[in-house]
């Protein structure tokens, strides 16, 4: 587990953004079975979450007008129980961290995962995400 100080900066970063940290199983719970769309986003200490997933998320939700219903994000490596809970809501992708995920009515419309993140641009990844955004909000 990754000692607070380092995370809390990265968490930061996206809940003054408009992201709803799911710090718990029962929170992830409660929100993901929401009708509705919810973006997750699983947060990292990694480089490509650093440089691309985390500004390209926040890039997306920003610049367009059709955004998901809530935004919610869990940190793997710190918010054990969430994000676990939050990968059974992922599957059948495997775990991975960072990654992207567009939730409809508790199920997975789109997903963008760490080989989609590493070595792209975060507006690569904005647009990515954006055009999920229209096609699903």
């Known amino acids: 587990m990754y000692p607070e100080q380092i995370v809390a900066p990265m968490k930061a970063e996206l809940t ?3 992201f709803e940290e799911l710090l ?3 929170d992830v719970d409660n929100t993901l079975n929401k009708q509705g769309t919810t973006l997750l986003f699983i947060n ?3 480089g490509c979450a650093a440089g691309t ?3 390209g998320v926040i890039m997306a939700v ?3 007008n059709k ?3 809530r935004l919610t994000t869990s940190f793997a490596g710190f918010d054990i129980d969430a994000v676990k809970a939050a990968r059974n809501y992922l599957l059948p992708y495997p775990p991975s961290s960072p990654a992207i995920a567009l939730l409809k009515d508790g199920k997975v419309v789109h997903m963008v995962e760490r080989h989609n993140i590493e070595g792209r641009p975060a507006q690569m990844i904005a647009a990515n ?3 999920a ?3 699903y909000c």
């Open 16 to 18: 003054t953004n408009g």
């Open 24 to 26: 718990t199983s029962a």
């Open 44 to 46: 990292s200490v990694c």
């Open 53 to 55: 997933a985390r500004p």
């Open 62 to 64: 920003n610049n367009t």
């Open 67 to 69: 955004k998901p219903n």
């Open 129 to 131: 995400l954006i055009q």
């Open 133 to 135: 955004f229209e096609t």
